[in-house]
């Protein structure tokens, strides 16, 4: 972002807030980058340092950045733990976390159907669809087809094999920082396809999730299917009442 921003809008900490999530998204900030200071943030903004202040602290209250005394401030990367826990929703019978490992995966571009124009940002002319076959303890657990706007991931086919934990993969390499995601759950039966990638009989249950996740700048980043065989490894989800609404709110996961 070129020149001297000046923020006018009140409040003036909102909106240097938002001036650097874009630095962010825009990757000008990557991970790990060290921010200026408060006083060349204030004078790059045009602001005074308690505005710029206050919007760090709301940066890092949404897990944006991380304050250190002594060393200043910086990007918060994600890592592979943190995206596992956060968006991994499977846990074995006696509660612990399951992870399955890649199996197989290919990567393609195509051009995007009306759904995926509709609902992907920025629009969505071609799409890289991301399938992946996952095991755990040596049996096939999931199949997984993942969609993103090939205009953000450009070059995704030329990054196999992909990490597992995918996330933290994409802030790296492309600046995509996921903040939450919404799924829906359905029980389906498999179909000859995911009868085979799974090496279940045609017919037998599964358990479908799709997923939409979204960035820092609440974009529609990722259009995600999942498939599970419904076994030892099961979805679990902590649902807490609000009292700030009346009506039932959709069960959103956070990346804090």
């Not at 401030?73 to 612990?96: H, K, M, N, S």
Request: contains cysteine; glycine residues 6%; neutral net charge.
């Amino acid at each position: 972002m070129a020149g001297r921003d000046q923020l006018v809008a009140e409040p003036l900490y909102k909106r240097a807030e938002q001036a650097m999530v874009a630095r962010i998204v825009e990757h000008t900030w990557p991970p790990g980058h060290r921010l200026p200071n408060e006083f060349e943030l204030a004078e790059e903004f045009g602001v005074s340092q308690g505005t710029v202040r206050k919007a760090l602290i709301a940066l890092e209250g949404r897990g944006l950045v991380a304050r250190s005394p002594g060393r200043g401030t910086f990007v918060v990367r994600t890592t592979p733990q943190e995206a596992l826990y956060a968006f991994f929703r499977l846990r074995d019978a006696g509660g612990a976390l399951v992870v399955p490992e890649p199996l197989s995966e290919t990567v393609r571009v195509r051009r995007a159907n009306a759904e995926e124009r509709k609902r992907l940002q920025p629009p969505a002319r071609d799409v890289i669809v991301l399938e992946r076959v996952r095991q755990h303890a040596g049996v096939p657990l999931a199949q997984e087809t993942m969609r993103f706007s090939a205009a953000l991931c450009k070059g995704m086919e030329d990054d196999l094999p992909l990490p597992n934990s995918l996330y933290p993969y994409l802030q790296d390499r492309f600046g995509i920082a996921i903040m939450s995601a919404r799924e829906r759950l359905a029980a389906v039966l498999a179909d000859e396809a995911s009868a085979a990638a799974l090496g279940v009989a045609v017919g037998a249950p599964l358990l479908e999730v799709h997923r939409e996740a979204r960035d820092l700048a609440d974009r529609v980043v990722e259009l995600r299917t999942s498939r599970y065989v419904t076994g030892d490894a099961r979805y679990e989800v902590d649902l807490t009442r609000s009292t700030s609404r009346t009506d039932p709110a959709p069960s959103r996961l956070q990346h804090l």
